[in-house]
């Protein structure tokens, strides 16, 4: 299915709203992405939506959680905006927690700065991270900024405009007034000074002119080095100054083709490859099978599905992201209307054949953080007998290679794979996961859903070695 609500609105107007930055996508692949923090390529991202993340629905229900999440191994706690809700055009009994009244307030219902505070000063003494929602282009209609017209779009008759139609909760911000620039440049020094935030998950980020989030980024650069910018987007462009990692949408919805629509599995290759020929060079990439934009993987794709999704944006190349209650296979509605809504996360479902979700995003994170393999941007995608199901690729470095084979089709699949070294290769085994019966590696039997992944050690070649390759 196709990603609905918000999403969708955003992703079909991208390139009709967001003002052309100059280059083609040619001439930004040529370029290399902005230098980011080594912490983040390490990263797990963990999206919290506060209201519904616990039965209190508040900042303190997450602090008090968070030795549960530090021990599944998140390194990085992205926060859904938390400041107060609009009530003017409100949808829903809660309203979106992106329509907002007022950017430097804590919503009431989530608690006060102090608590914000001690859920920032928790997540730090556990090594985590913490990124805060921005939204950045649009507010409440009973925003605090109303006060100032001219922070606003507005149509012919001067009459404030809501940035798309169908978001009619909101009202559009016009970043064509320097005043406002400075406004919001100032609301994110006071987060960082005063709430201690690591960075930014920059909502609808181009539908912002792009200048803007250069010009941010010089300013809060000087202010806290090292701070990290998410664009909300897909912008090859936004990539080279402004910001150190985007979203892969074009990747998560080819998975939901393969999976719902029964595509090709060779379309996520074709897909993978179109973005890495379009983005800047070492650019990073959030890698997402499911958010609160989405109806729950574990809804579209079944729980075996979801985890082969998962399984593909785990061992790719980019930054992985978990929505809070994958990790026990939560199904509980999600984007629009839940949006506006309070639904609790189902934090103990009946285990009865259910795989163990916990375990597996733990040995995924924990893979991804023991080998740097899984950091480098080496993905070398390999021929299988069974390709229109199959998809098989390596990563890398100068010390270990892994293999990663999903099938991602429901049904069994009997595949061989064109694999250099294949001798070498050992099964990892995963905690919990059923494996179909052994064959004749590289050829394989996998039931449906089912992925595997094998490792072996690369030879290290001596110094004499090497000489004498180089002389021949």
Sequence with gaps: MLPKGRLLGLALLLSAVMPWSGLADQEVSRLPARPSPDWLR???????FPRQFSPAGNLAGITAKLDELHDLGVT???TMPIH?????FRKGDFGSPYSIRDYCAIDPDYGTLDDYKKLVAGAHLRGMKVFMDLVANHT????????NKAFYKQDAKGNVISPVPEWSDVAG???ANPELRRYMIAMMKFWISEGGVDGFRCDAAPMIPLDFWEQARIELEAFKPGLVLLEEGEKPEFLTKAFDFDYSWKLMWTVNDVLSHNAAATKIKNSWEASRAQWPKNALRLRISDDHDETRAVARYGMNGALAASALM???????LLYNGMEVGDATESADPALFDKLNICWHPHPSERPPFRDVYKQLIKLRKDYPAFRTDRVNWLENSEDSKVVSFTRSDEHDEFLIVINFSNRPAKAEVEVPNAADFQLMKIKGLVESPSSNFPAMHLGGFEWRIYHRTVPTISAASAKSVSVQ
């Design 140 to 147: 409440a209609w009973d925003s605090v900024m109303m006060t």
């Design 76 to 78: 990085v706690l992205w």
């Design 84 to 88: 107060p809700i609009g009530e003017k």
């Design 173 to 175: 911000l016009n970043y």
């Design 314 to 320: 785990f061992t790719l190349d980019g930054v992985p």
């Design 42 to 48: 390490t990263a797990t991202v963990y999206e919290i």
